[in-house]
């Protein structure tokens, strides 16, 4: 549907003279990834919306979606398990968290969240075997990545200041997930 959508709009601007022919490949490229990012988005806000807080489903979405485009990590071996992967984690986050966060005190988030940002700094970026990363792209990354931490960690420690449990839950999962992704990442990169 996606990849139908983008050749569509391509081939509109090829006979429009907007680009080139031979350009046609890396905007069927930007145009995928600027959708799949838009679906991706919503459906955390749908999550939200659906487990009674919008906020659950954005928060999250601030955390993963920086992290794990800035730190990078394991990748899944198909397309289809990749959908799998990261939409049931945000089912299961927005779900499960809320109902779990006020039997949580609020320090064992903070563990979490910690933990999890100190294995970040330590590992980012962790490249793919697919996709090598040169010492300049590791470096523009590394900078990006710790700059979003440092952001999601003002965020996160206003929210326990807060204590606002819930919120700071959905937040140190979210971490954690992208910190197990990198740990992941590096040892499929030590495996091939």
Known sequence: ???KSTNFLTSLMVEAGTIQSDEVEIYNYLLRW???NIIYFTFFVICGLWFDDILYGMLLYLVIAPLRNFSGGVHAPTRLLCIIFSYGMVVTITGLIPKIS??????IWMIIYSISAVIIIRLAPVDCLNKRLSDEQKKILRKKCLISLVLISVVF???CYLNIRT??????VGSLVVSVSDILGVMTNHKG
């Not at 919120?167 to 140190?172: D, E, K, P, Q, V």
């Open 157 to 159: 420690f206003i929210l």
């Open 167 to 172: 919120y700071c839950g959905i937040m140190a």
């Open 102 to 107: 006020g039997y949580t005190p609020m320090i």
């Open 34 to 36: 600027i959708f799949e």
């Open 1 to 3: 549907m996606i990849s």
